[in-house]
């Protein structure tokens, strides 16, 4: 079948199918954050298991504003497909970091380290989409990043690698820390909220 031109309707609809999963990843990470405030001497929370929930809000609001420029494109199942299971890897990072029951740990810190692995090989497939995402928008919007894109796809490869390796809290936290600052700074300067 040959690409139809880009037909606002269909955007649509994609859009809310991608949106009920962004929406529930979202629900996972308010609702986990909630638990500490509803219950907070049931599980002791750990503020580098917090950091990572914060961006994987700030990820998940950049990646439902970012989509929109995928309404120019001519949709195919497989396009959808692929940006399905872009969206279903921020679920998947999130139901990892806020599970229904954590009783066997001893809090969220003991918690994040034991499933790291986990949480680190989603967030490095999503880095993979991303870049595979950004090629689909054109050669030209992919360039438009600059050399700090792909030198940005390979440092979150190598961190995401050591991160699942190493159980190392001084390393997790400076990751954890380095990694909201430069997301921020992302969003700032990607859509000139400063200027």
Known sequence: MEPTPPDPAVFIHIKVAIGMVVSLAIAS????VARFVQHP???????IHLAWALSMLLSMLHFWWWEYRLS?????FELYLFVMCFAILYYLMCAVLFPSDIAEYDGYGDYFMSRRRWFF???AVSVAFDGIDSLLKGRDHF????????LRITAYFVLAG??????????HASLAVGNVLYQLSWILRGFDVLA
Not at 29 to 32: E, I, N, P
Not at 41 to 47: A, L, N, V
Request: positive net charge; hydrophobic residues 50%.
């Open 121 to 123: 090989a989603l967030l």
């Open 29 to 32: 990470v308010l609702t986990g």
């Open 72 to 76: 120019a494109l001519s949709w195919r």
């Open 143 to 150: 360039a438009a990043f600059g050399i700090e894109y792909p």
């Open 41 to 47: 001497h049931r599980h002791k929370p750990d503020w």
């Open 162 to 171: 050591v991160a699942a390796w190493t159980a190392n809290r001084r390393f």
